[in-house]
C-alpha cells in the first residue's frame, strides 16, 4: 500500500490530466451519440471509436484506482505505460478521420487525436493534425467563426513554441481574407497575435539581456553562455505570474547546482513592492528593475503579455517558449541532459 500512495502522490497531476481527458470523451459521448448507436450498423469502420472508447476508459480507470501499478508491473516507468495506451488510440483515430473526413464527429476526432499525439510527444502528428483541424474549420465558413479563431490560435501558438515559423505565416495567409469578409472580433484578435508572434524571439534566435537588477548586480545574458537560463518577463501584479512562481522556485532550487539559471524581468512601476516581495519570497536571482528600459526591452522583443518567458540553452539560443508547470522541470532536464 505505501507504494501505490507513493505512486499516485507523484503522478497526481498526470492522473488528473488522464481525469479530464477521460470527462472529455465523455462529453463527445453525450453530444455525438451516434458515434456509439446508430453508425455501428453502417460498418466496421464506424465502429472504431466505440472500440477507442472502450479500449481507453478500463486503464484511465485502473490507473485513476491504482490498479494499473500492478497490471503492468514490469513497465519501466508511468511513461512507457501511457505510451502503450495512448498510441493505439492515436493510430485508430487518425485511421477513423481519414476514412471519415467529413464525419460530423471529425472535430470531437481531432480534438482527442490531438491530445494523444501531444501526450506520447509526437510534434509531428500533432502539428499534422492541429493543421486538417484548422483546414476543416476553413471549408466551414460562415459556419462556427468561433472555432476557426480558436484553431487559428493554437496552430499559431504551437507553431511559434515548434519553431515553425512558415506554419505561422500560412494560418495569417489563410485567416486574411477570411477576417475581411465576416464580422468576427476573434479573428481579428488572433490576426494580431499572430502577427506579433512573428516579431517576438523564436526557437534558434540569440536573446541579448542586459540591466541592473534590484540589488544593483549587472546583469548580462551573454555572460551565462554554457548554462541553461529561463529569462522569466513577469509582475507583482500580474496573477498568473505569482501562481507560477513557487514552480520556478522549485525549479532554481532543483536544477540550480547543475547549471540553471534565471534572469528576471519585472514589469513592475513599484519598486519598493517589487523588493517586498523579492524578500518575503527570499528570490536569489536577479530581476532587472529600470522603469526607463523596461519597455524598450519589451518593445525589442515584443513582449505584449505577461508572464512571457523563454529558455536558453547552453549555446545561448532560444530553445524552449513559455514552458510552465511541469512542462518547465521537463524542458530544463532535457537541456541539461541533451
Known amino acids: 500500500m505505501q507504494g501505490k500512495k507513493k505512486f499516485c502522490n507523484r503522478d497526481l497531476p498526470e492522473i488528473k490530466r488522464i481525469v479530464r481527458f477521460q470527462v472529455k470523451l465523455r462529453h463527445i459521448e453525450h453530444r455525438f451519440p451516434r458515434i456509439y448507436t446508430e453508425k455501428i450498423h453502417k460498418g466496421t469502420q464506424a465502429m472504431k471509436l466505440t472500440r477507442i472508447k472502450t479500449s481507453l476508459l478500463k486503464p484511465m480507470l485502473l490507473l485513476c484506482t491504482g490498479g494499473l501499478l500492478t497490471a503492468h508491473a514490469t513497465a519501466d516507468s508511468v511513461e512507457t505505460i501511457l505510451h502503450r495506451h495512448y498510441a493505439p488510440l492515436l493510430a485508430e483515430l487518425q485511421d477513423y478521420l481519414n476514412d471519415n473526413p467529413e464525419a460530423e464527429d471529425a472535430m470531437a476526432g481531432y480534438d482527442m487525436a490531438m491530445q494523444a499525439a501531444h501526450r506520447i510527444d509526437d510534434r509531428d502528428t500533432f502539428m499534422a493534425l492541429m493543421q ?17 479563431g480558436q484553431s487559428a490560435m493554437m496552430l499559431a501558438q504551437f507553431s511559434r513554441q515548434y519553431g515553425n515559423r512558415d506554419v505561422l505565416e500560412d494560418v495569417l495567409e ?74 520556478i522556485k522549485a525549479a532554481y532550487e532543483k536544477y540550480h547546482d547543475q547549471g540553471f539559471e534565471i534572469i528576471g524581468i519585472s514589469g513592475d512601476r513599484d519598486k519598493r513592492a517589487l523588493n517586498r516581495y523579492i524578500a518575503m519570497e527570499d528570490i536569489p536571482w536577479p530581476n532587472i528593475f529600470d522603469r526607463d528600459r523596461l519597455d524598450p526591452i519589451a518593445r525589442e522583443y515584443n513582449i505584449t503579455a505577461l508572464p512571457s518567458s523563454f529558455l536558453i540553452d547552453r549555446e545561448g539560443r532560444v530553445a524552449i517558449i513559455d514552458a510552465r508547470g511541469p512542462e518547465l522541470h521537463e524542458g530544463i532536464e532535457k537541456l541539461l541532459n541533451p
Open 132 to 148: 486538417k483541424k484548422f483546414d476543416l474549420h476553413l471549408g466551414q465558413v460562415p459556419d462556427d467563426l468561433q472555432g476557426l
Open 174 to 247: 489563410k485567416l486574411k481574407p477570411v477576417a475581411e469578409a465576416h464580422e468576427a472580433p476573434i479573428l481579428n484578435a488572433v490576426q494580431e497575435r499572430a502577427e506579433s508572434m512573428l516579431k517576438s524571439p523564436w526557437p534558434g534566435d540569440v536573446m541579448k539581456i542586459t540591466g541592473t537588477a534590484t540589488d544593483d548586480r549587472e546583469v548580462n545574458l551573454a555572460d551565462l553562455k554554457g548554462k541553461v537560463v529561463l529569462v522569466d518577463f513577469w509582475a507583482t501584479w500580474c496573477g498568473p505570474c505569482m501562481a507560477e512562481k513557487p514552480n
